[in-house]
């Protein structure tokens, strides 16, 4: 069990960018892979991004957000970000962190700890 506590969300115009964050107790943060997903109004929980334990931080991203996000880990403040440039619209989402021991995964039933959820509206 790690309790999550994400921010960073807000209202911005298109164009504009955000850097969500995620903080995680220190005693156990470096043997989790941790993970951002979104949800939408009326969607599914979808997979966004996601970054290996601290002996293995290879990155994973959604192909449609590959190359506008990017997701970072720093171990010594036990905290994980998501960096998001050029945000669309279509990223209007509540966005959560996650965390599970081992390899990092795209789905969402495979993380058993979950931040509370931060709000990022984007206006056209």
């Known amino acids: 069990q790690v309790q999550l506590v994400d921010s960073g969300g807000g209202l911005v115009q298109a164009g504009a960018s955000l850097r969500l964050s995620c903080d995680a107790p220190?005693?156990?943060?470096?043997?989790?892979?941790m993970a951002w997903f979104r949800q939408a109004p009326g969607k599914e929980r979808e997979f966004a991004a996601a970054i290996g334990w601290r002996l293995d931080g290879t990155t994973y991203y959604s192909d449609s957000l590959k190359g506008r996000f990017a997701i970072s880990r720093d171990n010594a403040k036990n905290m994980v970000y998501l960096q998001m440039n050029g945000l669309k619209p279509e990223d209007t989402a509540v966005y959560y962190c996650?965390?599970?021991?081992?390899?990092?995964?795209?789905?969402?039933?495979?993380?058993?700890?979950w931040g509370q959820g931060t709000q990022v509206t984007v206006s056209s």
């Open positions: 996650a965390a599970r021991i081992g390899s990092a995964d795209e789905r969402p039933s495979e993380y058993a700890s």
């Open positions: 220190g005693g156990t943060f470096s043997f989790y892979a």
